[in-house]
C-alpha cells in the first residue's frame, strides 16, 4: 500500500469510527484505522478499513492522518516523543486533529509539522453521533488556505458544512465557543423546563411551543426533545465530562482575553454538579436533572 491516496484514523469512539467508516465508504481511498480497542476495528472491516498495525504504520503509510481523541491531552502525548507524530511525520503529510483542543496547542503542532515539512490543521467537528453517521458533521477548520483547499473534499465524506476559519488554532476557538453557546442554551433549556413544572405546565407543551417561537434552536430539537425531556442520557454519547472539559477551553479564553463569561462559569457549575452525582459518563445534557427537586445544583 502506497502513501499516496492513503487516509489514516486514529481514534476510533463515538465520532471517530462512524467518520472513518464514511471516509472508507465514500473516498475512494484506501483508509487504515488504529485504536487501542480492537471491537471498533473488527466493525469497520465490513467497510474495508485495514487495521494498522500501530500508529507508526500509518504514519508511515498515510498521507492525511485524522485523529479523533478525547482531549487536548491526548494530542500533545501522542504527538511528542521520539516516536510520536511529531518524530515520523513526513514532508508533505497533513496531520488533522478533529477533537476539541486548546487553541495553543494546536498553533503549537502547526510549527512543530511545518518545520518537518509536513503540515497540521485543526478541524474540529460539531453535531450529534447520528449526524456523524449520517455524514452531515459541521466542520471548523483552521489551517493555512492551500491546505484547507486540499482538505476540503476530504472533509466532504463525512460533513455538509465546512467553515475555514482561519489559520491554526482558528478552528478551535470557534468550536470552543460553538460548544460554548451550545452549553448555555441546554441550561436555559432545563431551567425553563424545571420553572414550567414547578408552575404545573406540561414538559412537552412548553417544549412544542417553544419550538413554534423565537426560541426554537437546534438545541431544543435535539437536546431538548430527545434527551432533556424525556430524561433520556445514555453512556457512550457525549458525556458531562467532556462537555465540562470543552467548556474549560472556553473560560481559559475568557480568562486571557478578560471577561467574566458568566453564562459559562453557570453552565460548568452546573456539570461539576452533575459530575459529583455520579452522572459524569452519561449524556452531557444530563445537567438538567441538577435543577430537580432533591437533585444537587442551583441553591434553593
Request: glycine fraction near 10%.
Amino acid at each position: 500500500m502506497s502513501a499516496a491516496g492513503v487516509i489514516g484514523c486514529i481514534g476510533l469512539g463515538v465520532m471517530g469510527a462512524p467518520i472513518c467508516r464514511n471516509l472508507a465508504r465514500k473516498s475512494g481511498r484506501s483508509v487504515l484505522g488504529f485504536d487501542l480497542n480492537p471491537a471498533p476495528l473488527s466493525r469497520l472491516a465490513a467497510d474495508r478499513v485495514v487495521a494498522a498495525a500501530s500508529i507508526g504504520d500509518i504514519m508511515e503509510k498515510a498521507d492525511i492522518v485524522f485523529l479523533s481523541l478525547p482531549s487536548g491531552q491526548e494530542v500533545a502525548a501522542l504527538a511528542e516523543g521520539t516516536e510520536g507524530l511529531l518524530a515520523t511525520a513526513r514532508a508533505g503529510q497533513i496531520v488533522v486533529d478533529l477533537g476539541t483542543s486548546p487553541p495553543a496547542l494546536a498553533r503549537h503542532l502547526a510549527q512543530g509539522f511545518a518545520e518537518r515539512g509536513a503540515h497540521f490543521a485543526d478541524c474540529p467537528v460539531a453535531r450529534t453521533r447520528e449526524a456523524a453517521e449520517q455524514g452531515t458533521l459541521s466542520v471548523m477548520v483552521g489551517a493555512e488556505r492551500e491546505i484547507f483547499e486540499r482538505l476540503r473534499p476530504v472533509l466532504g465524506n463525512f460533513a455538509t458544512d465546512i467553515t475555514h476559519c482561519g489559520p491554526p488554532g482558528a478552528g478551535q476557538v470557534v468550536k470552543i465557543l460553538n460548544n460554548m453557546v451550545l452549553a448555555e442554551t441546554v441550561v436555559a433549556l432545563s431551567e425553563a423546563l424545571a420553572i414550567a413544572r414547578a408552575e404545573g405546565v406540561d414538559g412537552a407543551l412548553l417544549f412544542a411551543a417553544l419550538m413554534h417561537g423565537s426560541a426554537d434552536s437546534f438545541a431544543l430539537r435535539n437536546h431538548g426533545m430527545k434527551a432533556i425531556l424525556p430524561e433520556t442520557f445514555p453512556e457512550r454519547a457525549f458525556s458531562a465530562r467532556y462537555a465540562r472539559k470543552d467548556l474549560g477551553y472556553a473560560l481559559d479564553l475568557a480568562r486571557m482575553s478578560h471577561l467574566d463569561a458568566a453564562g459559562a462559569n453557570h453552565a460548568a457549575r452546573l456539570l461539576d454538579a452533575a459530575i459529583a452525582a455520579g452522572d459524569g459518563d452519561r449524556y452531557w445534557p444530563v445537567l438538567s436533572q441538577t435543577l430537580r427537586p432533591g437533585r444537587p445544583g442551583e441553591k434553593r
